[in-house]
């Protein structure tokens, strides 16, 4: 079997998880909604905006998915593989809405707890915790390089988390303290989310603002294309990411006087270090022979790679 055909299966397995996320996620809200209303737990309805969020949020990460694999057109001659990072953006934004809202809620209810029917509260707990998990393995492995799935995962995960903090509120309830364990385990929990969350943002808006991809060193990549094919200048060197699994270059590159066809089998050849090495996968080098009168790294006239770091 293809590695291609291998990845077609891959995709549609994911496709398919997806959609079982989504069901299980939307049951998880009815049942949270009606037992939240029935005991009177602040802590089940909270849940239950949040799984709300995560069904939209899977929904988003589902449909950006299938947008993202659309081909180039002359319209869009990258393709939409954006979407899936523009997706992500969102869901990490949303992430950090949320959660600050369940811990607003959480504050209050530490400042005026509440009784709640423990029993009814502890049941549908258990319920929306087991979904959570099972949503959770369903996508597991799946989010590597993937900023959409990452995003769709940590909602996932911050859900599960917060049903762990609700089930062990509903044991707790009957001690003396227990009204205030509650808040309190969800604050923790959801201040850990948040964090992950606003790593998410970090990376996506590097991404669309086309910055370097994250761990890659300009100044290096140079170095080392010009020890791989000796008296070579490249400058005007721009790395970024379309997606963070597809790292896109332009360069200028300046090489010694003689036949074009002659710069073939150094363009293979830097082109292969850049794959292989660099994991760039589309590179667009533009010949020079004498130079274009700016070696500066960056091309940026006047600047040098330290002075734009600064």
Same mark, same amino acid.
């Given at each position: ?97 949320? #959660? ?9 209810? !530490? ?42 995962? !940590? ?102 006087? #003689? ?14 270090? !850049?794959?292989?090495?660099? #994991? ?31």
């Amino acid at each position: 079997m293809s590695p291609e055909h291998d990845h077609i299966d891959e995709t549609r397995t994911l496709d398919r998880r997806l959609i079982g996320a989504i069901g299980l996620n939307a049951l998880i809200v009815v049942a949270e909604v009606a037992g939240g209303l029935v005991s009177g737990s602040l802590a089940l309805l909270s849940d239950a905006v949040h799984n709300l969020s995560d069904v939209v949020a899977l929904i988003i990460a589902f449909v950006a998915r299938r947008l993202g694999r659309r081909p180039p057109s002359p319209r869009h001659t990258y393709g939409l593989g954006r979407v899936e990072v523009m997706a992500a953006l969102f869901n990490s934004a949303t992430i950090l809405v949320v #959660g600050t809202l369940i811990i607003r809620s959480a504050v209050t209810r !530490l400042m005026q707890p509440t009784p709640i029917l423990s029993g009814v509260m502890l049941g549908v707990a258990v319920i929306g915790l087991a979904a959570n998990l099972f949503s959770v393995l369903l996508l597991k492995g799946h989010s590597h390089g993937d900023l959409n799935m990452r995003a769709a995962m !940590l909602h996932l995960l911050q859900d599960t988390l917060s049903s762990v903090a609700v089930v062990v509120a509903a044991l707790l309830s009957a001690l003396k303290y227990g009204p205030y364990l509650d808040p309190i385990v969800s604050i923790l929990v959801v201040a850990l989310v948040l964090l992950s969350g606003w790593r998410l943002l970090r990376d996506a808006t590097r991404v669309l603002l086309e910055g370097t991809p994250a761990g890659l060193d300009l100044e290096a990549l140079r170095h080392d294309i010009q020890a791989l094919v000796p008296g070579c200048d490249l400058h005007h060197l721009h790395v970024w990411e379309l997606r963070p699994d597809e790292r896109i270059l332009t360069a200028h590159l300046r090489v010694a006087d #003689g036949p074009l066809s002659g710069t073939d089998g150094v363009l293979r050849q830097i082109r292969g270090r !850049l794959q292989t090495k660099w #994991g760039i996968s589309h590179s667009t080098l533009e010949i020079e022979t004498v130079g274009c009168g700016n070696n500066d790294l960056l091309g940026s006239p006047g600047l040098s790679a330290v002075d734009v770091e600064q």
